[in-house]
C-alpha cells in the first residue's frame, strides 16, 4: 500500500474537475491560448479524494461492447479532437476539392502517422478508384511495356520502408513571419508512414530501360490527372510503387490503390491514384511542375525540379496546444521533437533555449532511418522563466540546419517551397506556447 | 558533449529575450558523420546507400534474385493510344484542330469566369491566369507595403504546352476532360492572348496542331537549372553540387553564436476547421438524420454563396461575420435578407421562398454559425 495522503497531492475534487472542464469547453475550442489559460487553472488540492479512485467507475460497473461492434476498429470517442485540419486561407476561396488538410503533430506519438490522420493534398479532390478497373501502363523507351492489374502488380517481391512525405508548402504562410499559433499548421503538412511496394528497378530490370532514358513522366488518374517528371537516376535508386500504408491498402485520400514513392522528394513527386509511367529522353514540363512547384528567388528567375525536401526539425513538446502551463518551477520534463532530411539520415540534433545563441545536443530515440521522421529528446529542469525554444537538425549528407537569416538571405521571402528554417517557440512565463521567428530583417522604421 | 555547468548565466534582460538560459563550456565533440555507411553521390546532393549482405541501412532485404519475375502483358496500339497522350514541349502529342481566341473567350465566360475572374484577371479566390510581368517576379515582400510578384500564366509559364495539356486533362475543373480539340485549342488562345503572348510579334487569334509550335513563352529563360537536351540530368547534378543554390548553408554553432530579434504574430490566422481544440471528451450528439426543412432551403437557394465568404458574403460557421452581421439584431438581418443588401439581390434571388421561410433559413444559417 502507498502513503495515501501523499498520492493525493495533486488530485481535485470531482466538482472542481467538472467546472474546469466546462471552463475548457466553452473557451479552448476557440483559441489555443486559451488552452494555456485553461491549464493555468489547474486546481491544486491538498488531501482531496479523487472521486476516481474512490468511487467504481461506469466502465467497470457495466458489460462493455461487443467486441464485433466495429469489425473495422475507430478511436475512442474522447479522441474526436484528433483529426486533420484545414484553414480556407490554403485552399482556392474555401474549396476543398484543391486544398491541404494538416496533420495533427501535436497529438502523434512515435513515428508512425495512423492511416486518417495523414496530411492530404488534392488537386481535384480525392479520387475513388475501383481496384477492380485499375491498370498501371509502363512504357516509353523500354524493350518491352507492360499493363498490369493490381493483383498482378502485387505478386512483385514487396519491401517496406518507413519515409516522410512532405508538401514542399510546409510552413510556407511563415516566409514573411509567422502567422498560425499552432504546430499543426506550422508543420502539419507532412506525415510519416510505413509504405509497402515494389522498387521500380525490380521491374525495370525485368522490362530492360532502354540506355536513352532519362527521364520519367509519372501520371496520376484523378480528375487532375496531377504528374510529374522523374530522372532515372532517381528511379534507379530508391523509387517505389506502393500500395500498402502501415500495414493496409493506401487510403483513398493517399492514391488508393497506388502511388509513386520517390523517398525523401516532395510528396507531390509521389504521384497518387498512379496510371501510368512513361521513360523519354527529354522531360515533360508537366501541369502543375513549373505552374507551381518551382521556387522563385529575389533574380526573377524561379528553381524548377526542385526534389528533395532539406534537413528539417520542430519541436513538438512543448507547443502551442501542448503548453507548459501545468508545470512547476523546479519539474523535470521532456523536450521532444521530430527531425527528417529527404537528403539521407538525422545524424544529430540541437538544442537551444535561448532564441539561438546557444545549444546543447538533444539524444536521438528510437528508430533512426533514412528519410523517415526521428525523434529527439532533451530532459529540462523547468524553471518557470521565460524560454525561446529551438531545435536545429543535421543530416549525414553534411547538411545542418539553417537559421531564419541564413536562408533567406539565400532563397528570399516569395519561393513559396523547401522552407526548412529553424522554428522557434516562445514560452511565456505562465506556460504558454506561442510561434515566434527569431530573424533579423532590415526594413526603414 | 557539452558539459553543462549548473551555474546560469544572466542574459541581457529584454522584454522578448529569455532572460535566463544555460551556458555552454568546452569543445563540441562531432557527432559521428554517417549513420549508416553513405555516399554522397545522389543527384539531389544527399547520400545514396548500398544493398549489401542482404542489408540496406537499418532494413534486411531478400538479396535473392528477382531475375524472371514478370507479370501483366504488353499494352495494345489502341490502349497506348487512349493513355500515351501527354503533350510536350515540342509539339509531340498536340490534338488536331483549331480554335480561336475570340471562341475561346465565350467559352471561357461560360465555364471560367466563375472562378478566374474576369479576363483571367482572379478575383475570386482561385488562381489568376493574366496580368503580371516578368518584372513582377523580381518583387520581395521583405518590408511593409511592397508588391508581391505576379505569376501567371504569360508572366510565368516557360511552355505553351503545359497550358493545351493542363486544359485538356483538368479543366474545366468540375468537368475535367470535356473538351474537344477545337475547344482546347479556343480555350489556349484566348489566354495567351489576354495574356500578352504573341507568334512572331503579333497577337494570337487562332491557335493549332501547327502554329502552335512557334509560340515561345515570355518567360521561358526564367528556370534553372536547365533540363532540357543531352546534358539536362547533369546541369540538375551540377545545380545540387552547390548547397548555396538552395539554401543548405546552415551551420553548426554551439555557443554564443549571436542574437537576433525575436518577430511575434502580427495578426493570427484562426479560421481552421474544425475549430482548434484538445479537449477529451465525447462529440456532441449530432441530431441523426435531422436535415430540418430550413437548411434544405438553404442549400438549395442560399449555399452557392454563403457556403463561403468568396463572394463577400458572410458564410455560414463564420462566426465572427455573423456576429458582425447581428450586430443590429435579429430583425435587421431578416429585413436585409427579405429585402437585399449590398450585393445580394432580395431574398438572394429566390422570390419563390415565402418571408417566413427566409426568416427560418436565416434562424439556420445564424445558430450554425455560434
Given at each position: 500500500m502507498s502513503n495515501i495522503s501523499e498520492n493525493n497531492l495533486e488530485t481535485t475534487t470531482n466538482k472542481e474537475q467538472s467546472s474546469r472542464r466546462d471552463f475548457f469547453k466553452r473557451t479552448a475550442a476557440y483559441s489555443v491560448s486559451a488552452i494555456a489559460a485553461a491549464n493555468l487553472l489547474a486546481p491544486v488540492k491538498l488531501s482531496a479524494d479523487d472521486a476516481n479512485i474512490i468511487n467504481h467507475v461506469e466502465w467497470g460497473t457495466t458489460l462493455g461492447d461487443?467486441?464485433?461492434?466495429?469489425?473495422y476498429g475507430i478511436p475512442s470517442?474522447?479522441?474526436?479532437?484528433?483529426v486533420r485540419r484545414t484553414s480556407s486561407l490554403l485552399s482556392s476561396a474555401g474549396d476543398m476539392h484543391a486544398a491541404v488538410s494538416m496533420t495533427p503533430l501535436h497529438e502523434l506519438e512515435g513515428i508512425i502517422t495512423p492511416n486518417g490522420l495523414h496530411f492530404t493534398r488534392t488537386h481535384n479532390g480525392v479520387a475513388h478508384i475501383d481496384p477492380n478497373k485499375y491498370r498501371l501502363m509502363i512504357h516509353g523507351l523500354v524493350e518491352k511495356p507492360i499493363v498490369l492489374t493490381l493483383e498482378q502488380l502485387k505478386k512483385y517481391p514487396a519491401e517496406s520502408r518507413l519515409l516522410f512525405l512532405e508538401?514542399?508548402?510546409?510552413?510556407?504562410?511563415?516566409?514573411?513571419g509567422p502567422q498560425f499559433n499552432s504546430l499543426q499548421f506550422v508543420k502539419g503538412m507532412m506525415s510519416n508512414a510505413e509504405w509497402t511496394g515494389v522498387r521500380l528497378k525490380t521491374i525495370l530490370d525485368e522490362i530492360g530501360l532502354k540506355p536513352t532514358a532519362k527521364w520519367m513522366l509519372a501520371e496520376g488518374s484523378?480528375?487532375?490527372?496531377m504528374s510529374r517528371t522523374v530522372p532515372v537516376e532517381k528511379v534507379l535508386d530508391d523509387a517505389m510503387i506502393v500500395w500498402a500504408q502501415n500495414g493496409e491498402a493506401i487510403r483513398p485520400e493517399q492514391g488508393y490503390p497506388v502511388r509513386l514513392m520517390l523517398p525523401g522528394?516532395?510528396?507531390?513527386?509521389?504521384?497518387?491514384w498512379l496510371k501510368r509511367l512513361e521513360f523519354g529522353a527529354e522531360p515533360w514540363y508537366c501541369k502543375e511542375e513549373t505552374s507551381k512547384y518551382t521556387a522563385l528567388m529575389a533574380s526573377g528567375k524561379a528553381i524548377q525540379h526542385y526534389y528533395p525536401l532539406e534537413v528539417n526539425s520542430i519541436i513538438t513538446t512543448p507547443c502551442p496546444e501542448k503548453p507548459w502551463s501545468d508545470l512547476k518551477k523546479g519539474d523535470m520534463v521532456e523536450v521532444e521533437g521530430i527531425a527528417w532530411s529527404g537528403h539521407g539520415t538525422i545524424t544529430g540534433v540541437d538544442i537551444s533555449l535561448?532564441?539561438?545563441n546557444n545549444y546543447v545536443e538533444a539524444k536521438l530515440k528510437g528508430l533512426v532511418l533514412p528519410k523517415s521522421w526521428t525523434r529527439f529528446s532533451y530532459m529540462y529542469k523547468y524553471e518557470g522563466k521565460p524560454l525561446l525554444i529551438q531545435s536545429r537538425a543535421m543530416d549525414d549528407a553534411g547538411f545542418v540546419q539553417p537559421s531564419v537569416t541564413q536562408e533567406k538571405a539565400i532563397?528570399?521571402?516569395?519561393?513559396?517551397?523547401?522552407?526548412n528554417s529553424i522554428c522557434t517557440w516562445e514560452v511565456r512565463q505562465d506556460g504558454s506556447v506561442h510561434n515566434v521567428q527569431v530573424r533579423t530583417d532590415n526594413c526603414p522604421k | 558533449m557539452i558539459k553543462l555547468n549548473n551555474k546560469l548565466i544572466a542574459i541581457a534582460?529584454?522584454?522578448?529575450?529569455?532572460t535566463t538560459m544555460f551556458a555552454a563550456e568546452g569543445t563540441t565533440k562531432p557527432?559521428?558523420?554517417?549513420?549508416?555507411?553513405?555516399?554522397?553521390?545522389?543527384?539531389?546532393?544527399g547520400v545514396t546507400y548500398k544493398r549489401e549482405n542482404g542489408a540496406y541501412t537499418a532494413y534486411r532485404v531478400n538479396?535473392?534474385?528477382?531475375?524472371?519475375?514478370n507479370f501483366g502483358r504488353a499494352p495494345t496500339a489502341n490502349e497506348l493510344k487512349a493513355w500515351d497522350a501527354d503533350i510536350m514541349?515540342?509539339?509531340?502529342g498536340l490534338p488536331v484542330g483549331s480554335g480561336t481566341a475570340d471562341d475561346g473567350e465565350t467559352l471561357y465566360d461560360k465555364d471560367c469566369a466563375v472562378c478566374?475572374?474576369?479576363?483571367?484577371?482572379?478575383?475570386?479566390?482561385?488562381?489568376?491566369?493574366t496580368g503580371g510581368s516578368l518584372e513582377s517576379l523580381?518583387?520581395?515582400?521583405?518590408?511593409?507595403g511592397k508588391e508581391a510578384p505576379n505569376r501567371t500564366i504569360g508572366s510565368y509559364?516557360?511552355?505553351a504546352s503545359t497550358l493545351i495539356w493542363y486544359i485538356r486533362d483538368a479543366?474545366?475543373?468540375?468537368?475535367?476532360?470535356?473538351?474537344s480539340p477545337d475547344q482546347m485549342y479556343a480555350m489556349t488562345a484566348y489566354l495567351l492572348r489576354e495574356g500578352g503572348v504573341q507568334i512572331d510579334g503579333k497577337d494570337i487569334e487562332e491557335l493549332n496542331q501547327d502554329n502552335f509550335k512557334k509560340i515561345v513563352m515570355?518567360?521561358?529563360?526564367?528556370?534553372?537549372?536547365?533540363?532540357?537536351?543531352?546534358k539536362g540530368v547533369e546541369n540538375v547534378r551540377a545545380f545540387y553540387k552547390n548547397p548555396k543554390n538552395f539554401g543548405a548553408v546552415g551551420t553548426r554553432c554551439m555557443s554564443n553564436c549571436g542574437k537576433e530579434s525575436v518577430m511575434k504574430i502580427?495578426?493570427?490566422?484562426?479560421?481552421?476547421?474544425?475549430?482548434?481544440s484538445t479537449v477529451r471528451d465525447l462529440p456532441k450528439e449530432e441530431a441523426k438524420g435531422a436535415v430540418s426543412e430550413a437548411q434544405k432551403l438553404y442549400e438549395k437557394?442560399?449555399?452557392?454563396?454563403?457556403?463561403?465568404?468568396?463572394?463577400g458574403a458572410p458564410a455560414v460557421g463564420d462566426k465572427g461575420a455573423w456576429e458582425k452581421a447581428m450586430g443590429k439584431g435579429m430583425d435587421k438581418v431578416n429585413h436585409n435578407a427579405i429585402n437585399g443588401v449590398g450585393g445580394m439581390p432580395p431574398k438572394g434571388g429566390a422570390m419563390d421562398l415565402s418571408d417566413a421561410q427566409v426568416k427560418d433559413i436565416v434562424k439556420f444559417m445564424v445558430e450554425s454559425s455560434k
Open positions: 461487443e467486441l464485433n461492434k466495429y469489425p470517442a474522447y479522441e474526436h479532437n484528433v508538401c514542399p508548402a510546409n510552413g510556407a504562410a511563415e516566409w514573411k484523378d480528375g487532375s490527372e522528394w516532395e510528396a507531390n513527386l509521389c504521384v497518387k535561448d532564441g539561438g532563397m528570399g521571402l516569395e519561393g513559396v517551397y523547401h522552407r | 534582460a529584454s522584454a522578448l529575450l529569455a557527432l559521428p558523420a554517417n549513420v549508416y555507411k553513405a555516399t554522397k553521390n545522389a543527384l539531389d546532393g538479396d535473392q534474385s528477382t531475375k524472371g519475375v514541349p515540342d509539339g509531340t478566374h475572374g474576369e479576363f483571367g484577371a482572379g478575383g475570386k479566390g482561385y488562381p489568376t491566369l523580381k518583387n520581395q515582400r521583405d518590408c511593409p509559364w516557360p511552355k479543366m474545366p475543373y468540375a468537368h475535367p476532360k470535356s473538351y515570355p518567360n521561358e529563360k526564367g528556370f534553372y537549372p536547365n533540363i532540357d537536351g543531352p502580427g495578426n493570427e490566422i484562426t479560421a481552421v476547421v474544425p475549430a482548434y437557394s442560399c449555399a452557392v454563396c454563403h457556403k463561403t465568404d468568396a463572394m
